[in-house]
């Protein structure tokens, strides 16, 4: 009979705080909420223009919803390789959103 000898290892991984991203601008805020609005209304075109404004300007929101039209094309002609760029730039300031984006889209092995 033999016997079953388990091995455990300890790794050390850094652990970086939790971090949210920085407050956005009233302007910023009202540009997230158009192009909110607009998606709910299928004006995709519309909001794509809001969500790209504001993602320009370093809202982490939008650069997230401005990468997930680009990554399925709504508004917008399809760029899986830009979303991943928006992804992670939203990721750097913070955004658990563009984290959580960023490792789907890494698993599909997109970027």
């Known amino acids: 009979m033999m016997k079953k000898v388990r091995h455990y290892t ?4 850094p652990v970086r705080a939790p971090s949210q991203p920085p407050e956005p601008s009233p ?9 909110n609005k607009a998606f709910v ?10 969500y790209r404004q504001a993602a320009e300007q370093g ?10 039209m680009l990554e ?4 917008v ?7 991943v760029a928006w992804y992670r730039s939203a990721a ?7 984290q959580v ?10 970027g």
């Open 10 to 13: 300890s790794v050390s991984l």
């Open 27 to 35: 302007h910023l805020v009202e540009l997230c909420e158009r192009g």
């Open 41 to 50: 209304e299928g004006h995709y075109e519309e909001a794509v223009h809001c």
């Open 59 to 68: 809202s982490a929101y939008a650069q997230v919803d401005y990468g997930r």
């Open 72 to 75: 399925r094309g709504l508004g």
């Open 77 to 83: 002609e399809k760029d899986e390789v830009a979303a």
């Open 92 to 98: 750097e300031l913070g955004s658990a959103f563009g």
């Open 101 to 110: 984006d960023l490792g789907r889209v890494n698993e599909k092995g997109i």
